[in-house]
């Protein structure tokens, strides 16, 4: 049997991650629809485009192929962005996840900054090491952008 790629919630202190369902739509609108000068470096939906969106994370999700989760900020309780794990690779026999990437990642400009995706990156790469028992996990980044973390 191979690995589900599936991810539970993971809460911190200032984020809990949930797995993304329609319910964020609202929220991840809103949060899509703040002062979009800041998304230079990836792609964000529009507030009209949350919805396909989400529909087409969900269809990575249905092939195996993306866990997809909705950043929630602890106080207010609202979506403020998205992230995932995806790329999953199996070991060569076929039991386990050897190596996943941490990706999709976006923020509402209003939550840039406040620690929130650098303690979901911790919740991910925790999880995925301690939980999955990958040997490798991968983060891209363009070069000259100091606001990732």
């Known amino acids: 049997m191979g690995f589900i790629l599936e991810g539970p919630v993971l809460e911190g202190g200032l984020v809990r991650l949930e797995p993304l ?5 609202a929220d991840l ?33 249905a092939a195996g192929k993306l866990a997809p989760y909705a950043q929630v900020d602890r106080v207010s309780g609202r979506a403020v962005g998205a992230t995932a794990y ?3 690779r199996l070991w060569p026999q076929g039991e386990g ?9 976006w923020l509402a400009p209003s939550a840039q900054g406040s620690g ?34």
């Open 21 to 25: 369902e329609h319910r964020h739509a």
């Open 29 to 61: 609108a809103v949060a899509a629809d703040e002062d979009r000068s800041s998304y230079r470096f990836t792609w964000v939906p529009t507030a009209a485009e949350v919805e396909g969106y989400i529909d087409a994370q969900l269809a990575r999700a």
């Open 97 to 105: 996840l050897s190596a996943i990437e941490v990706g999709f990642t």
């Open 86 to 88: 995806w790329d999953p």
């Open 116 to 149: 929130m995706n650098t303690e979901a990156k911790y919740l991910l790469f925790r999880h995925a090491f301690e939980n999955w028992g990958v040997a490798r996990l991968m983060v891209r980044d363009p070069s000259g952008r100091s606001t990732s973390l």
